[in-house]
């Protein structure tokens, strides 16, 4: 079983940056596609960055420009740097992971197989 573990949340100022980290149970480069999601209280959980078996980064539009996803597969740790962070960025973030997915990595959206318990982000104005 595939566990992932993120960490790196916190409480910050707007204009402030983060690094989430998600260390998984699995070698990183087994992966085919692997993403970071948030889930904002009252919304649905979407898609934030995602990576896929060529290393191909995709992004939300609200993210692109401030946002970086990259993995270090000797780690087995994805990670996510947020930078300029805004109120509206305050979420729960989550890890996801799939190793056979064959669709289009971005596109996954909530039917990669594995899913960590989320790490909180705040960001105050």
């Known amino acids: 079983e595939v566990q992932l573990v993120e960490s790196g949340g916190g409480s910050v100022q707007a204009g402030g940056s983060l690094r989430l980290s998600c260390h998984s149970s699995q070698y990183g480069a087994s992966f085919s596609c692997m993403g970071w999601f948030r889930q904002a209280p009252g919304k649905e959980r979407e898609g934030v960055a995602t990576?896929?078996?060529?290393?191909?980064?995709n992004y939300a539009d609200s993210v692109k420009g401030r946002f970086t996803i990259s993995k270090d597969n000797a780690k087995n740790t994805l990670y996510l740097q947020m930078n300029n962070l805004k109120p509206e960025d305050t979420a729960m973030y989550y890890c996801?992971?799939?190793?056979?997915?064959?669709?289009?990595?971005?596109?996954?959206?909530?039917?990669?197989?594995?899913w960590g318990q989320g790490t909180q982000v705040t960001v105050s104005s």
């Open positions: 990576l896929d078996a060529y290393d191909y980064a």
């Open positions: 996801a992971a799939d190793l056979g997915f064959r669709g289009t990595c971005h596109r996954a959206g909530e039917r990669l197989a594995y």
